[in-house]
């Protein structure tokens, strides 16, 4: 088991990583619980597969865990349901002091944050994510929010959590493809500044993807590592650092918001794609070698993970998917930044992209498939 201190200014926590930390909740929930209870939000899969193992640990304590069940999915991020959940607290006589557990992937994860940021005028919430991809990004950081006509998280809160507890063994409940579009938000972090990890992750993705519990939790400690230190730094985004961890998304956005924020295309998978364009792009501008833009489409392509329009099925041209950036809520004076590389380990925020010529990149990448 290991510790991990996120040290924002206001609300430092904990993130504990560790085999079996489910099997064990009552030891890190209890000081949570009050008159013996504990809130949770889930989801309809989480509920079948992994939810009674936090229920018998707790109950072996003394202590009742009451589940809202949301519908599995993207859809499930909505205002409808974040309105259910707001109703289902306030019927629950929710208080300021308690604290809800979002017991899920970042679907689970963002609406639980958010509703506990706004119910009462705010209370406590912890982030026990089930999923490889909310391992190691979204429950990390206090970035709540749901999705709006408008767009992805365009709705949303900074509301830190008061513990993250990863347990690597929910990822034995995950199909291939969801550990897929986890792995991708595990490379980027090699991408933006750390070449070594990007190579350990060259080196061990097969094994990891057979289930070797050794390479899942490196990859799970060297993530969470990494973006532990970058929200520190920046917890709000406010001077450059913490927009690295956005490598891929302008890009990736755009492609989910084409397929409907569907299972069409996993949110992981258009990071993927997006993280492929940022190099392929960075390459059509000269900053970027070649070559590493080419090892980047070789880890994600061996991975199963799309790196190309076709691949992420979309056939939109490269002017309808910049409207779909149009709406990215990082735009800001009418400039829309992007994050582009000089290499693996090399990412930097770039403020004076041409719209018009990422719609041309988009239109005559030879890698369109």
């Known amino acids: ?68 069940e949301l519908p599995a999915g993207e859809q499930s991020k909505c205002w409808s349901k974040l309105a259910e959940i707001i109703d289902w607290l306030l019927d629950n006589h929710v208080e300021r002091s308690d604290h809800i557990v979002a017991l899920g992937g970042g679907v689970v994860g963002d609406i639980t944050g958010f509703a506990a940021h706004i119910v009462k005028r705010g209370c406590g919430f912890i982030q026990v994510p089930t999923t490889l991809l909310a391992q190691v990004d979204s429950s990390v950081g206090g970035k709540t929010a749901i999705n709006s006509a408008a767009g992805k998280n365009m709705v949303g809160a900074f509301h830190q ?32 500044d750390d070449p070594v990890f990007f190579d350990w992750c060259e080196t061990n993705a097969e094994a990891f993807f057979a289930g070797d519990a050794e390479a899942r939790n490196h990859a799970i400690i060297a993530s969470v590592e990494s973006k532990a230190r970058i929200v520190a730094a920046d917890e709000r985004e406010l001077n450059g650092t913490r927009a690295l961890l956005n490598l891929g998304h302008t890009f990736g956005h755009a492609l989910e918001a084409e397929t409907g924020y569907s299972d069409k295309l996993l949110h992981g998978e258009a990071v993927a794609a997006g993280m492929a364009m940022a190099f392929r792009y960075s390459v059509r501008r000269g900053e970027c070698p070649a070559e590493d833009a080419e090892r980047v489409g070789r880890l994600f392509h061996s991975c199963a993970l799309p790196t190309t329009l076709a691949a ?54 030879v890698e369109r498939g």
């Open 161 to 192: 959590p008061s513990l993250v507890v990863i347990d690597p063994d929910t990822l034995a409940t995950l199909p291939r493809r969801e550990l897929g579009a986890g792995f991708a938000e595990v490379v980027k972090y090699g991408l933006i």
């Open 312 to 365: 992420a099925g979309v056939s939109a041209s490269g002017a309808q998917l910049v409207e779909h950036m149009l709406h990215d809520k990082k735009k800001a004076g009418g400039t829309l930044p992007f994050l582009l590389a000089r290499g693996i380990g090399q990412t930097y925020l770039a403020k004076d992209v041409d719209l018009a010529d990422v719609a041309a990149f988009l239109d005559s990448d």
């Open 1 to 68: 088991m290991q510790k991990i201190r996120v040290g924002v200014e206001n609300q430092p926590y904990d993130i504990w990583v560790g085999n079996g930390l489910l099997d064990k909740a009552s030891d890190w929930l209890a000081p949570y619980a009050r008159d013996g209870r504990i809130l949770a939000i889930t989801d309809s899969h989480v509920a079948r597969h992994i939810a009674p193992r936090l229920s018998d640990s707790l109950k072996a304590s003394g202590i009742t865990v009451s589940f809202f």
